[in-house]
């Protein structure tokens, strides 16, 4: 069915509805507890009974955002999941991510659908590498930032020693919400703020389920815990406006961080964090298209995809295009028209995602991820609308830095070999390159980091049934040029031209040595830096 034209009930439903979204991503290093706080928001939201495997119990459930069996393996992610869930009268849209630099490309497509973003800081380590890379995508797309200072209950920097580094190295200024009670180490609750109350902690199953917690006056807390509460509320104090604690609009502005206290593992301080995304998070509101111009949230609906992921369902291989909503209401059976292709294609198979598990949805609005099965035609950045046709931001692909050939362990099964790679690269686990003379059986796979390789053969073996050997490359540089320069570098040693899926032409090169030669004796050839790196 199509959709009608909206009437003034339906805008106004379709504008409350997006005021009740909240969609963010968690960033940050690798092994700062991103998975552990997802799960433990989702204990919170009371939409799960047990938090996850988040310190290697054998007792422990794996979380639930972490499903791939490499994920579980190796205990990081690798792959963003989404969790949708309600929390007060409020719809979380929650988007992990993975840490490390080598997924990198699976991160910035994440932020580019989310309103906001949790920063999680290591209390031992403070701000790292990884961190403050993701720190500036961020800034790039005027994302605010609401920072959280995870586990504390393991010893660490000293508050005000974190406070000094987010604001020399990130230029935000931290405007504290909670304040941890205790050294790092010796975790004891938290200073609300806002409410001027002591939230005094208990471990409850190990941190498997909600910490115990008893709110306390300010006096009662000074008489509970004596000069661990003092010496903190005196510490806070230097750094906190008392006359005004929150500045909203310098959040918004990406100016100033809301900043909490907590232990993930543990559940300390997780219900607070909750309850700041509530009530100050930016809702889903207007986006910008390609022409600069804003698409109000109660406009007929549109949408677009940031992450396609095959291999959810084993029983079934089928693959999820995942859709944040941008304007107007979803709903399935709906007829939508893919601006790239101008096909249109009826939305049959509509479901909402809480992690590896689905749901079939009948409605979604603005700021919802949906999950589109098996729509083939979909890629990272399509853009989907209806009646009023809008095209959004493209996702751009990162400057890769590794290469590999690939090739079928079994001459037999070269058509799984085929569509895995297909597949793969159609998700964006990996690019994609090809030239005449290396042939379509010996694709060059083009990477960020050298983990995504792994991941590559990993999914080749047990998805597609299609075990490959990969064979590295010299090659450490890439440059977009013109198909002219296939000629132009065919018998140059160090450097090769090869064609991208997208239709781009890359030139490789052994070292910045070799592209230097050949930007030398090869002036007029087109050698453009490839604009997007972690």
């Not at 849209?93 to 080598?102: F, I, S």
């Not at 750094?239 to 232990?263: C, H, M, Q, R, W």
């Not at 609906?301 to 992450?307: A, D, I, N, Q, T």
């Not at 991820?369 to 959004?392: C, I, K, Q, T």
Request: negative net charge.
């Amino acid at each position: 069915m199509s959709s009608p034209a909206q009437s003034p009930a339906r805008a106004t439903e379709i504008s409350g509805q997006a005021e009740r979204r909240r969609t963010f991503a968690v960033i940050s290093h690798p092994d700062a507890g991103k998975s552990t706080l997802t799960e433990a928001l989702a204990l919170h939201a009371k939409v799960i009974g047990t938090a996850g495997a988040t310190n290697g119990k054998s007792n422990r459930r794996d979380t639930v955002s972490d499903w791939q069996q490499m994920e579980k393996d190796r205990g990081i992610s690798i792959s963003s999941a989404a969790l949708q869930f309600s929390y007060r009268d409020t719809v979380i849209n929650l988007l992990d991510t993975p840490g490390h630099a080598d997924f990198s490309e699976d991160t910035y497509r994440v932020l580019a659908a989310v309103d906001c973003a949790v920063m999680l800081v290591d209390a031992a380590k403070g701000l790292e590498t990884q961190t403050m890379k993701l720190f500036e995508v961020c800034r790039q797309r005027n994302l605010p930032i609401i920072t959280v200072i995870n586990k504390w209950d393991r010893p660490g920097l000293d508050p005000l020693e974190l406070m000094d580094e987010i604001t020399e190295r990130t230029g935000l200024k931290p405007m504290p919400l909670t304040w941890a009670i205790g050294i790092a180490g010796d975790f004891r609750g938290v200073w609300d703020v806002r409410r001027d109350e002591f939230a005094k902690f208990a471990r409850n199953s190990s941190g498997a389920q909600i910490a115990l917690t008893e709110y306390l006056t300010p006096e009662q807390a000074a008489a509970s815990e004596g000069d661990a509460w003092s010496d903190s509320t005196d510490e806070a104090s230097l750094v906190i406006d008392e006359e005004n604690p929150l500045d909203l609009e310098a959040f918004y502005a990406g100016k100033a961080t809301p900043l909490l206290f907590s232990s993930a593992a543990l559940n300390f301080g997780v219900k607070q964090i909750l309850d700041t995304l509530v009530d100050f998070a930016p809702p889903a509101s207007a986006r910008t298209d390609v022409a600069g111009e804003t698409r109000p949230v109660d406009a007929p609906f549109s949408g677009f995809v940031f992450k396609v992921q095959a291999g959810m369902n084993q029983a079934h291989r089928d693959h999820v295009a995942f859709i944040r909503i941008c304007s107007g209401m979803f709903e399935r059976g709906m007829v939508v028209t893919q601006t790239r292709t101008g096909k249109s294609f009826a939305t049959k198979y509509a479901q909402q995602v809480f992690g590896r598990d689905r749901e079939v949805i009948d409605t979604a609005f603005p700021g919802d991820v949906v999950g589109l099965v098996n729509a083939s035609a979909l890629r990272v950045g399509d853009s989907l609308f209806v009646e009023e046709a809008v095209e959004y931001p493209a996702i751009p692909l990162f400057a890769p830095e590794h290469f590999q050939v690939a090739r079928s362990k079994d001459p037999s099964k070269y058509k799984q070999f085929r569509r895995g790679i297909e597949q793969l690269e159609h998700e964006g686990v990996i690019q994609v390159l090809r030239s005449d003379l290396r042939g379509d059986q010996a694709p060059v796979l083009a990477a960020v980091g050298p983990m995504q390789f792994e991941v590559v053969e990993d999914r080749m073996h047990h998805d597609f049934n299609a075990p490959m050997r990969l064979e590295r490359l010299p090659y450490s540089l890439a440059r977009l040029t013109t198909p002219d320069a296939t000629e132009v570098l065919a018998n140059l040693h160090g450097a090769e031209v090869l064609e991208r899926s997208d239709g781009e032409f890359l030139a490789l090169f052994n070292d910045v040595w070799a592209m230097r030669r050949v930007e030398k004796n090869h002036p007029n050839l087109q050698l453009t830096e490839i604009g997007t790196k972690m």
